[in-house]
């Protein structure tokens, strides 16, 4: 998957909320294109809510990866502003996209609920030299497979293939728009 994470040459020196607000497109595109990448091997999804859903999953999941890649780099203060200013961006676009497809709701209070909680399941778990554990892939590949239809072998297609994927993909975002 191809991602714009670059800035401008030109462009001024970018604030981190601004970088987060670029992450969480980038985590939005890559949430979406694993909901894809599902649907292509088979796993089937029932609707565009079911879709943002499983969408939602990989929201949760790429905001721990930012949160743990963020550790490693940021000091406690800056982590915070930068992680909070992520779990925005990402529950602004959810809640948007939700209200667009389903009408009107509490799609937001919902979401930030929803990462509250994993933000608890996932401290548990491995995350070290920037790269996620065995524990950390599977319960992010048992979250998903909750809310699929198809739960046969969707959790370790996620584990194997999708999850090191997404975490790829949002680690070199992540690093490009640090620079």
């Given amino acids: 998957m191809r991602i ?3 800035w401008n040459k030109r462009a001024k020196k970018q604030s981190i909320e601004d970088i987060a607000g670029a992450l969480a497109y ?12 599902l649907e292509n091997k088979g796993y089937e999804t029932k609707s565009n809510y079911h879709r943002l859903e499983i969408i939602g999953e990989f929201l949760a999941f790429l905001l721990q990866v ?8 940021m000091e406690d203060e800056e982590r915070q502003r930068f992680i909070t200013a ?13 209200r667009d497809l389903l009408g009107e709701g509490e799609y937001r209070k919902a979401f930030i609920d929803l990462i509250n909680q994993q933000a608890e399941d996932y401290a548990e778990l491995s995350f070290s030299n920037g790269e996620a554990g065995f524990d950390f892939l599977r319960y992010f590949g048992e979250r998903v497979a909750s809310v699929m239809t198809d739960k046969h072998f969707s959790s370790q297609q996620v ?3 999708e999850g090191p994927d997404a975490i790829k993909t949002f ?3 992540m690093e490009d728009l640090f620079k």
């Fill in 26 to 37: 980038i985590s939005w595109r890559i949430a979406g294109n694993g909901v894809l990448e």
């Fill in 171 to 173: 680690k070199k975002g």
């Fill in 4 to 6: 714009k994470s670059r």
């Fill in 86 to 98: 992520l779990a925005m961006h990402m529950a602004d676009t959810f809640a948007e996209n939700k």
């Fill in 159 to 161: 584990m194997d293939v």
């Fill in 66 to 73: 930012g949160d743990r890649l963020a550790y490693e780099r």
